[in-house]
């Protein structure tokens, strides 16, 4: 139908077509077409990103079809969606996923060998789109994954950052914060879309005023409108035609408003205005699991979910769905409440703009949205100043007020005279200065509520929103974080993937409850004896990086016990370098102590903010210098801090772990889904009882996971108690010593001030209880020492990790999403032949 009004019959052309065409042949011709009249470059001029660039165009051309056939799909069918709202998308880089996804990576590979390329440069090149923190954002990138694969129709809305995550950089120990300009060599991913623009209102008053008919309506007069254009990525789900979309929102002046300046003579006033625009979508917040309060990312919030919802409005329109099936046409994810003004936002746009009653608008929001929480820690919990969230928002808080004043009505109504529950249940929070309580809101908006793993779950009933789970126990409901094997081992180890291959087949990819097979090859020595020598030569590759990287000599025969995350005290980096401070005192104190050699490898970035973070990140570098070179170690402990985590970096890092570090605080890590991959990749866990390890636990059983620490119950008990750090420091030599040392200035050349507020916090209150768990921990990690020099029954453990993993696939968190709430079927694309008109 490329010419739809044509009298002549449309003939199928069966030949290969040079941006669609799969074969090594094709694809070496449209790859020297991309470099030729896409990057105006001939190979002996061209750099390594005009190769990649090229090959990137070659692939894009390639998702192309399948993406407008199935946005075509959609739209005749008017499919049902799920729009998955986040502030953070952390995508990594996408050539290797969409090659893999399209199933040309082999293809791709063979052809650049014959045009004298590596296809591994090529993909090193690529700059990933950072734009989220860590977990949440990643997960969200997980999700668009699993959607496309099980052909679930879905949207994936958020902000296109011009700088992502800021770029970690390491100077004498302490970590350095580089903007990210992932955007400066362009983005081959993306199309814009300016004809979908959108205009976002914020700040002004409000007015009440009658309409042409003489009803009295509310009126918002802004005092500013941003416009924001959308920018669209292709998702491919694996192997199937499926291309979802993730649109990312930039943020422009709006030009009218320039104008006016320009007008009146105001030049540099207008210049400044749309600085000021643009601001909003120019930098990710590079906190995590923390709410910084600042009225730049409430504009972010406001901003990207004000365009959204005008273009599902736009989207329903051309599919002539009227507005009042909003809910059955969309369902909206919330990941987490950085969205959630959308709940007030959509009941602006069907009162104010549409004419619906408040009681029409609020049946369709409160059956549009549902909403994921993903943590207990009280500083993560977004509250808005109302003085702040007025001065943007004038029509949202207003009907926000309202809002409450009936959920409040209803709240008496179910628990008569209980006066106290009003005052702590109330979307506003009057204790202090007066806040807006984002979660409540979410809570109050949403059909369902969910938490990310079965213990955080039952902890937000029993705990942060109790009395929510009184009040509507009907919408709480868990969702078990899961990852995309397609990246995370597919991708990233083909290894272990060939391996897998030769005895179990590729079924697992789509279902990872596959996997199981495995366990039929676990007693076979053979079997048993390749697993080994894969892991050795994956771990060789590590070894020869961090060779050249950092200098440092790693010994490839070590444990490699990794700790890959976020820096936060919840996440308890420091307890792992007590552990390391406590061998090294052990061979201090004799040089000839039987210990298995181990390599401490860390990666993460901290909050640029959060003081104590980097102070950790200090002293792990500070500890790695000492260590390292002490010749009474003799290398049998090697302590790296590998800078600048990333997604890119953590493919490299996941397959090469044989130790994975889950030590938080129990209750305090809502999921991790970093443990997931680890013990993907056939890393065993040394955890406690926190978030999504308890599920690890379970399934993999308790002789293939090293146990250690409280239990949440524990954790609670021991402060409701008194908990008193200090005689857990007395009572134990090792731990004082291993403190002491800190203290004394051993591993600050001798100056004790410098981690003296981390010996301080540890002593004093120490918050996250590592003097509490220290001995359990250190005894634990003896445990691993042991089973390491058990080459088969190690080897055993790492084979059931990975053959155990089946729940954990992202596929299966987006079944249980789909068919518990989301109430969304599948929705096959069928590939449509080429066609071409011939006269
Ligand atoms: C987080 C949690 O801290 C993680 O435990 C969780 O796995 C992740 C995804 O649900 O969400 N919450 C957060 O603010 N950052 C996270 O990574």
Redesign the pocket.
């Known amino acids: 139908q490329i010419l739809p009004n044509s009298s002549e019959p449309l003939k199928e052309v069966r030949v290969e077509d040079d941006r669609t065409g799969l074969s090594i042949e094709t694809l070496k011709r449209a790859f020297a077409d991309n470099l030729f009249y896409i990057q105006g470059k001939f190979p002996e001029i061209a750099s390594r990103n005009d190769f990649y660039m090229a090959l990137a165009y070659t692939v894009r051309d390639r998702l192309l079809r399948r993406w407008l056939n199935t946005a075509e799909t959609y739209t005749r069918n008017a499919s049902r969606t799920v729009a998955y709202m986040s502030a953070e998308f952390l995508m990594g880089p996408q050539l290797g996923n969409n090659l893999i996804n399209l199933g040309i990576y082999d293809q791709v590979n063979q052809a650049m060998k014959e045009l004298g390329l590596d296809l591994e440069e090529l993909l090193e090149e690529e700059e990933e789109p950072g734009l989220g ?4 954002g990643r ?1 969200a990138a997980c999700y668009l994954d699993s959607l496309a694969t099980l052909e679930i129709p879905s949207l994936g809305y958020g902000i296109r950052y011009e700088f992502g995550i800021f770029e970690q950089d390491i100077k004498d120990g302490w970590q350095v914060e580089i903007t990210d300009k992932w955007l400066s060599a362009g983005n081959p991913w993306e199309l814009p879309r300016p004809e979908w623009s959108v205009e976002v209102k914020l700040g002004g008053h409000t007015e009440m005023r009658a309409d042409e008919h003489g009803h009295f309506k509310v009126y918002w007069l802004p005092d500013k409108i941003v416009k924001g254009i959308p920018y669209d990525t292709p998702i491919l789900g694996y192997k199937t035609n499926t291309a979802n979309t993730l649109r990312l929102w930039k943020a422009e002046a709006v030009e009218s408003f320039d104008f006016y300046a320009f007008d009146s003579g105001d030049y540099l006033g207008a210049v400044h205005q749309k600085t000021v625009s643009e601001n909003i979508s120019k930098v990710l917040y590079p906190n ?2 923390s709410a910084q309060g600042k009225e730049l990312r409430l504009a972010q919030q406001i901003f990207f979910v004000s365009c959204s919802l005008k273009d599902m409005t736009r989207i329903m329109a051309g599919q002539n769905v009227p507005l009042e099936q909003f809910a059955d046409k969309f369902v909206i994810q919330l990941n ?1 409440t950085h969205p959630s003004v959308a709940i007030p936002e959509l009941m602006r746009l069907l009162i104010d703009e549409h004419n619906m009653t408040w009681d029409q608008a609020w049946g369709i929001t409160k059956k549009t949205f549902a909403y ?1 929480n ?2 207990l820690l009280p500083e ?1 919990l977004e509250r808005w100043p109302i003085s702040l969230f007025g001065r943007m928002l004038p029509r949202h808080l207003e009907i926000i007020y309202e809002i409450n004043n009936r959920f409040l009505d209803e709240v008496r109504m179910k628990f008569p005279d209980d006066v106290d529950r009003l005052r702590r249940m109330s979307l506003i929070d009057e204790s202090g200065e007066r806040y807006v309580r984002m979660a409540f809101l979410a809570c109050v908006g949403s059909y369902s509520i969910n938490g ?1 793993a079965a213990l955080h779950t039952e902890l937000l009933q029993k705990d942060v929103l109790h009395d929510f789970y009184e009040m509507y126990p009907e919408k709480f409901n868990n969702k078990t ?1 899961g990852i995309t094997p397609r990246r995370f081992m597919v991708l990233s180890n083909p290894r272990l993937c060939k391996l897998l291959h030769s005895k179990i087949g590729d079924e697992w990819v789509k279902n990872l409850y596959e996997l199981r097979k495995l366990e039929g090859f676990v007693d076979d020595p053979e079997f048993r004896h390749q697993w080994r020598q894969m892991k050795q030569e994956i771990k060789q590759d590590v070894v020869d990086y961090i060779k050249s990287t950092t200098g440092i000599n790693v010994n490839v025969n070590s444990m490699f016990d990794i700790q890959a995350k ?1 820096f936060h005290e919840y996440k308890r980096q420091h307890l792992n370098v007590l552990h390391i401070i406590t061998l090294y005192n052990r061979i201090k104190a004799n040089p000839n102590i039987e210990i298995t050699p181990r390599t401490f490898l860390f990666g993460g970035k901290a909050a640029p903010g959060y003081y104590m973070a980097k102070l950790i990140i200090k002293l792990i570098n500070s500890v790695g210098d000492i260590v390292n070179r002490d010749p009474d170690v003799r290398d049998r402990l090697k302590v790296v801090f590998l800078k600048d985590f990333s997604v890119k970096f953590a493919q490299k890092i996941y397959p090469a772990a044989e130790l994975s570090e889950q030590i938080s605080t129990a209750g305090k ?5 970093g443990n997931m991959k680890f013990a993907l990749n056939g890393a065993i866990t040394i955890g406690t009882l926190d ?2 390890n308890v599920e690890i636990l379970e399934e993999v059983g308790a002789e293939n996971f090293f146990l250690c620490g409280l239990t949440t119950e524990e954790v609670y008990a021991l402060k409701a108690k008194g908990y008193k750090p200090w005689e857990y420091y007395k009572k134990d030599p090792e731990l004082k010593l291993a403190i002491d040392r800190i203290a004394s200035g051993f591993f600050s050349h001798g100056d004790p001030n410098l981690f003296k507020p981390l010996v301080d916090h540890l002593l004093g209150n120490d918050q996250y209880m590592l003097m509490a768990d220290y001995r359990s921990y250190i005894d634990t990690q003896d445990e691993v020492s042991q089973a390491y020099r058990d080459i088969d029954r190690w080897t055993r453990m790492s084979i059931l990790n990975v053959a155990r993993m089946g729940k954990f696939s992202s596929d299966r968190s987006i079944r249980d999403y789909c068919e518990d709430f989301w109430k969304i079927q599948p929705v096959k694309i069928d590939l449509k032949q080429y066609v071409e008109a011939t006269a």
Request: glycine fraction near 18%; hydrophobic fraction near 25%.
């Open positions: 923190n860590g977990g949440l997960l995590d699991n987490d994921t993903h943590t993560a990310v974080n976020r890590e809502a999921s991790g889904t978030g999504a």
